[in-house]
Every structure is written in structure tokens, then in C-alpha cells.
């Protein structure tokens, strides 16, 4: 009698930590973010097996209508079209549903630069994404982590044209 009361309580116990765990484990729902595409990353090479990926620096624009600097990873199948060229324009406020994703954050030195072997085993810095605003200089610190987001050609809900102001443009060109 004393074993199977243990054994209840035992099995009660661990479903209410599993049941209070479940929450940690479930995949955060997606959000609807909007943002003007900066700069893109050098492509990786693209697969036919695996997930390809388009990584974007965007300026989002938040609940305040202020910018902010992010990374949006845009995924997509080998089967698939990658991220058309027609929306890498400046001058287009782009909505998407994404998911936030703290694993792909990462420094903005990181994102814009690659490191390669030169002549005579000498590491070569060079820059390594292509500008859609008008000046491609950011105003970003190397340091300055960039929150990830992660979207896929499901997730596009539409874009707009929306004019640069001069104070944008401004900000861009300050950098």
C-alpha cells in the first residue's frame, strides 16, 4: 500500500514537472515584423538537400515607428525561389510573419565580414554584404548584437513603397 501510494505521488510529481517544462520546449508562435532591407550577406553556397538561407540586415520599424537594427534570416528549399531581388530595395517597407530566434543572433562585425586565407597564410578581413540604402555605411557598432529573425516565403504578407525621409536619409548618411 505504502509503494503504491509513493508510486502515485512519484507519478504525480513528475507530470506536473514535465507539464511546467512544456512551456520551455514549444516553438514561439510567429509575429508580424516590418522592416527596410540595409544590406544583404554574401550568399552561402546553395543546397538542394538542405534549408538555404538569404541573411538580411534590416532597419525594423517598431510599435514607436522608430528604427531599429535586426538580422532576418529568409529560408527557403532548394526547390524553392530564394529572396526576389525586387525586394531588396531601400525604398520598400516589407511585412513579414517571422519567429524570433536568439540562436542566429550575432555581432554586427560578424555578420558584415568574412574572413578568408591570403597569400602566404595571411587572414584577409574583407567585407562580405551588399548595400540597398543609399549610403553603405550604417550606423551599427562592430559589437552591437543584432536580434535574429527567421521567416520563409509563407511569411510574406506584402510591401509597401513608403518615401525616405531626409531625416532617414540623413541617419544613413551621418554613418
Request: one cysteine or more.
Amino acid at each position: 500500500m505504502l509503494n503504491t501510494k509513493a508510486a502515485v505521488l512519484l507519478l504525480v510529481a513528475i507530470t506536473a514537472l514535465i507539464a511546467s517544462r512544456a512551456e520551455t520546449f514549444r516553438s514561439p508562435k510567429p509575429r508580424s515584423i516590418s522592416f527596410r532591407i540595409v544590406a544583404i550577406a554574401e550568399p552561402i553556397g546553395r543546397s538542394s538537400f538542405s534549408p538555404n538561407r538569404d541573411a538580411l540586415l534590416v532597419s525594423m520599424i517598431d510599435e514607436t515607428n522608430r528604427s531599429v537594427s535586426a538580422k532576418v534570416v529568409f529560408q527557403y528549399m532548394g526547390y524553392e525561389d530564394p529572396l526576389p531581388t525586387g525586394l531588396l530595395d531601400y525604398d520598400l517597407v516589407h511585412t513579414f510573419k517571422a519567429v524570433r530566434d536568439p540562436s542566429c543572433d550575432e555581432t554586427w562585425h560578424s555578420f558584415s565580414t568574412k574572413t578568408t586565407i591570403g597569400p602566404h597564410d595571411t587572414l584577409v578581413i574583407s567585407e562580405s554584404v551588399r548595400y540597398t540604402a543609399r549610403s553603405p555605411h550604417p550606423d551599427i557598432s562592430a559589437e552591437e548584437v543584432l536580434p535574429c529573425y527567421v521567416t520563409q516565403r509563407q511569411g510574406y504578407k506584402g510591401s509597401r513603397r513608403v518615401a525616405v525621409t531626409q531625416m532617414e536619409v540623413s541617419k544613413v548618411e551621418r554613418k
